[in-house]
């Protein structure tokens, strides 16, 4: 079985920063990629940003500038750091990781706990 665990989240004022780390352990072979989301109340989980393999970012058009995603291969760990924060920020944060678990032939996909990010004006 493979866990990840998020930290991070909190309470902040509007033009502050916060930053989420996610460490994923357990049976891993390899990881693809690992991504943030995020879902604010009443509406759908969307993608904050996401770092491959192959060390390609990828960030939604609203966090692009302020945002930025990093990841320490060798501790399995995606970190997000956010700045210049916005009251339309405040969410859950989840983090995703898509590896092989146990053999190359099991790519799983496996999500976090979430985190809450509260942003105030």
């Known amino acids: 079985q493979v866990q990840l665990v998020e930290s991070g989240g909190g309470w902040v004022q509007g033009g502050g920063s916060l930053r989420l780390s996610c460490t994923a352990s357990g049976s891993i072979i390899s990881i693809n990629y690992m991504a943030w989301f995020r879902q604010a109340p009443g509406k759908q989980r969307e993608l904050v940003a996401s770092?491959?393999?192959?060390?390609?970012?990828n960030y939604a058009d609203s966090v692009k500038g302020r945002f930025t995603i990093s990841r320490d291969n060798a501790k399995n760990t995606v970190y997000l750091q956010m700045n210049s924060l916005k009251p339309e920020d405040t969410a859950v944060y989840y983090c995703?990781?898509?590896?092989?678990?146990?053999?190359?032939?099991?790519?799983?996909?496996?999500w976090g706990q979430g985190t809450r990010v509260t942003v105030s004006s």
């Open positions: 770092f491959t393999n192959a060390g390609n970012t």
């Open positions: 995703n990781a898509d590896l092989y678990e146990r053999t190359w032939s099991n790519r799983v996909v496996y």
